[in-house]
């Protein structure tokens, strides 16, 4: 009788709405698989020799999973949420051993006619792993604890990453640190996430903007070095609050300009090193200085720190780029920030997605009807440059509404984030919606030609059973926990 209790409540407290949207989600893109593989000589769409076919078998057995994960208790996943993890690590460990190479890749497990890729299931261990040591006792990342309550966080996050780095797998790598806008949720700094937007402006400026001089030194290193002068500014200004200290070091840094600009008239160029060196070190002891008579020693000390380590990763961005990132890495990131045109090498497969989006037009050429995707000009069409073929056919209003339904399942995640009882339910519910934020983002501005192609799905759209299978178990599970929340003590 309790059994069919909570089966009965199950069904009556699940959010039907987020499984509609599922649905609709799902439905959509095995359309889209279709059209991107469809072939004149095999026309039906349930063929399963044909990928259409294949994703509608796997999309038929995601619904049973799904079906499945609701009828599990939800205290189930709480419970066993470390050893789940801790299987999933064992098993991403075995695989860099008995995969085989799949295009440089040992990811994949072949398990007779199928192959599964452990790393999108890791998600989800991952995930379920930093909901309950959240939910632990008075666990906090502002608390007396912060520093050891971090460590633990960031091991979880970093030990799938690692794993999945050694099987030469950096996109799916990648996703995982879309977590940190979870730990934002849970009380990390902002400081974190400003200075992660940070590292990507200082990275994209100093390779792109290599060409020309300012004092002796590249442009793009000279853009940094400024940037880093104001952000050193704002901190002390918005940051410690040291409002008469950013001002005077801001007229020092003009001032400074200004003199080097005389300089350069009359045939004096300032070595451009030794400038910059000399204005951030005379800011620095004039910062130290003033902070001893105020109240902001330690936020003056991290502003500081946070000036010195900005300079240290603009000196570590050429070593990166030339000597840790492989060859093909450094030509997407070439062709993606427009310093290298290869339209018949690693730029190809964008350039073709943005002339089969581009000639979409408003309301698109009409389904089946796209003659770059018929014509095969966009390689891995059905997989992960999938939604040119619905920019094509179904124009912008296709590719606008498809981006309206994933905003509304967005949301609607949030939205069951911030209604859960317990911390458990909602930081698992922000870990999912940080998962579809970031493989969102990122397929969309590769296929745009915003990011490089670093091979991230589309959810729900790509083909392929794992990713279909691992977004799955992420929302039904959400959904099974969000059931129970009734029933549920708040923590």
Request: charge should be positive; aromatic fraction near 14%; proline fraction near 3%.
């Amino acid at each position: 009788m309790e059994q069919q209790h909570n089966t009965n409540s199950v069904f009556r407290y699940v959010d039907w709405f987020t499984i509609i949207l599922y649905v609709i989600l799902v439905t959509a893109g095995a359309i889209s698989i279709y059209a991107a593989s469809y072939d004149f000589d095999h026309a039906s769409i349930f063929d399963f020799s044909e990928f259409s076919g294949k994703q509608i078998r796997w999309i038929g057995l995601a619904f049973a999973v799904g079906l499945i994960l609701l009828l599990i208790d939800a205290r189930f996943y709480e419970i066993y949420a470390g050893p789940l993890y801790i299987a999933m690590l064992l098993l991403l460990l075995v695989t860099i051993f008995i995969a085989p190479d799949i295009k440089g890749s040992r990811s994949w497990l072949v398990l007779g006619p199928m192959s599964l890729q452990p790393a999108e299931f890791a998600k989800v261990t991952t995930a379920l792993a930093l909901a309950k040591i959240f939910s632990g006792y008075n666990f906090s990342l502002t608390g007396p604890d912060a520093r050891q309550n971090y460590l633990q966080v960031l091991t979880i996050i970093f030990l799938p990453i690692v794993l999945i780095l050694a099987q030469k797998e950096t996109g799916s790598a990648l996703a995982y640190l879309s977590l940190f806008f979870v730990l934002y949720r849970e009380g990390m700094s902002g400081l974190v996430l400003m200075a992660a937007v940070c590292a990507v402006v200082f990275f994209v400026v100093a390779v792109k903007y290599t060409e020309g001089m300012i004092l002796g030194i590249p442009v793009g290193q000279a853009a940094v070095f400024i940037m880093i002068m104001m952000i050193m500014v704002c901190m002390l200004v918005v940051y410690c609050r040291q409002y008469e200290t950013g001002r005077n070091i801001f007229l020092g840094f003009a001032g400074a300009g200004i003199i080097a600009a005389i300089f350069a008239l009359f045939g004096l160029t300032v070595p451009g090193y030794i400038f910059f060196f000399t204005c951030l070190l005379v800011a620095t002891v004039y910062a130290v200085f003033m902070s001893m008579r105020g109240f902001a020693r330690r936020k003056v000390v991290v502003t500081i720190a946070a000036v010195w380590v900005s300079v240290a990763f603009l000196f570590s961005i050429n070593y990166t780029f030339e000597n840790i990132l492989q060859h093909h890495q450094q030509e997407r990131i070439l062709v993606t920030l427009g310093i290298k045109e290869d339209l018949r090498g690693a730029g190809y497969n964008v350039n073709q997605s943005k002339i089969a989006i581009g000639s979409g037009g408003l309301t698109g050429k009409g389904f089946l009807n796209g003659t770059q995707t018929k014509l095969k000009y966009v390689p891995e069409q059905h997989t992960d440059f999938i939604f040119c073929t619905i920019g094509e056919e179904e124009g912008f209003v296709g590719a606008a509404g498809v981006l309206i339904l994933f905003l509304i399942l967005i949301l609607r995640i949030i939205a069951i984030a911030e209604r859960q009882p317990t911390t458990f339910g909602r930081v698992y519910a922000y870990c999912v919606a940080s998962y579809f934020i970031f493989h969102l983002a990122i397929n969309i501005g590769m296929v745009i030609g915003l990011c490089p192609v670093i091979g991230i799905p589309l959810p729900f759209f790509s083909y392929g059973g794992s990713s279909l299978w691992g977004f799955t178990f992420l929302l039904f599970i959400l959904l099974r926990i969000d059931a129970s929340r009734r029933h549920a003590l708040p923590v």
